[in-house]
T-cell receptor
Framework: GENVEQHPSTLSVQEGDSAVIKCTYSDSASNYFPWYKQELGKRPQLIIDIRSNVGEKKDQRIAVTLNKTAKHFSLHITETQPEDSAVYFC?????????FGAGTRLTVKP | KAGVTQTPRYLIKTRGQQVTLSCSPI?????VSWYQQTPGQGLQFLFEYFSETQRNKGNFPGRFSGRQFSNSRSEMNVSTLELGDSALYLC????????????FGEGSRLTVL
């Protein structure tokens, strides 16, 4: 089945800096890549997703890039704010199987 | 529109017992998936049901089982509980699991003593 690796496991940045989280996947047939944010004590929520026919997608301060050849995709958060502090999960789906990365704990220091 | 509801929210069991967790999806969603969340392990996929059929299963022992009813509500059962089964169990519903947004419940926190 699909295997998703996510790095780093923890990330600490100063408010206003950018944060980048990277994921690699194993199955070249994967075609859907969502990112979920889980704030402390809350449920995971979708923040952005990308499909294999698109190389980049942006939504205000967050963006996701996909490199199908290298089989990796990344989440970029610009101008980080304390409320961005959370655990972020990437996932990869190939139509009949979706797997999540182990998560990245992002801390934004004021 | 009501969100995904999981019951019970908290429960404590002892080793060897069994437990049943329930998940009511968002109205109209036919896919329900289950995850085990433990510190440092992320979201481990258990299984996914669509229209009462299990379509996919993760790498968990046979002690973990589930089912889905005709109204899309789902249950998961863990038999012969072990200490390592202590975790937050999340369910998520979606219109279509593999290519659409998952809406998670708040989870059922299981503690095994």
């Amino acid at each position: 089945g699909e295997n998703v690796e996510q790095h780093p496991s923890t990330l600490s940045v100063q408010e206003g800096d950018s944060a980048v989280i990277k994921c690699t996947y194993s199955d070249s047939a994967s075609n859907y890549f969502p990112w979920y944010k889980q704030e402390l004590g809350k449920r995971p929520q979708l923040i952005i997703d990308i499909r294999s026919n698109v190389g980049e997608k942006k939504d205000q301060r967050i963006a996701v890039t996909l490199n199908k050849t290298a089989k990796h995709f990344s989440l970029h958060i610009t101008e980080t704010q304390p409320e961005d502090s959370a655990v972020y999960f990437c996932a990869a789906s190939r139509g009949n199987d979706m797997r999540f990365g182990a998560g990245t704990r992002l801390t934004v220091k004021p | 529109k009501a969100g995904v509801t999981q019951t019970p929210r908290y429960l404590i069991k002892t080793r060897g017992q069994q437990v049943t967790l329930s998940c009511s999806p968002i109205s109209g969603h036919r896919s329900v998936s289950w995850y085990q969340q433990t510190p440092g392990q992320g979201l481990q996929f258990l299984f996914e049901y669509f229209s009462e059929t299990q379509r996919n299963k993760g790498n968990f022992p046979g002690r973990f089982s589930g089912r889905q009813f005709s109204n899309s509500r789902s249950e998961m059962n863990v038999s012969t509980l072990e200490l390592g089964d202590s975790a937050l169990y999340l369910c998520a519903s979606s219109f279509e699991y593999f290519t659409g947004e998952l809406f998670f419940g708040e989870g059922s926190r299981l503690t095994v003593l």
